[in-house]
Nanobody
Framework: QVQLVEYGGGLVQPGGSLRLSCAAS????????MGWYRQSPGKQRELVAR???????NYADSVKGRFTLSRENAKSTVWLQMNNLKPEDTAVYYC?????????WGQGTQVTVSS
């Protein structure tokens, strides 16, 4: 079993920054993907950014150039630095880990961008 614990989130004004982190524990294999998804009311959950064990990253078009995902394998932790936040970034952000065909999810953390 795998557990994910998320940190960060909160309320920020447009143009501001926030940093999310997610720490994984449990039975982790050598290769796995970690990243963040988000879901806002009335919308489907969508990929924000994801990173492989080899540090290959991919981002949603809507966050490219503003968000940066990084990873420290030794600590099984990822960080999502979110800059120049916009109201449309408001959502519940979920940490995700994928390994051997299975998804694991964190409990979610609220990010609200509002003046």
């Amino acid at each position: 079993q795998v557990q994910l614990v998320e940190y960060g989130g909160g309320l920020v004004q447009p143009g501001g920054s926030l940093r999310l982190s997610c720490a994984a524990s449990g039975r982790l294999f050598r290769s796995y993907l970690m990243g963040w998804y988000r879901q806002s009311p009335g919308k489907q959950r969508e990929l924000v950014a994801r990173i492989s064990s080899g540090d290959n990253t991919n981002y949603a078009d809507s966050v490219k150039g503003r968000f940066t995902l990084s990873r420290e394998n030794a600590k099984s932790t990822v960080w999502l630095q979110m800059n120049n936040l916009k109201p449309e970034d408001t959502a519940v952000y979920y940490c995700n880990l994928w390994q051997i065909g299975r998804d694991y999810w964190g409990q979610g953390t609220q990010v609200t961008v509002s003046s």
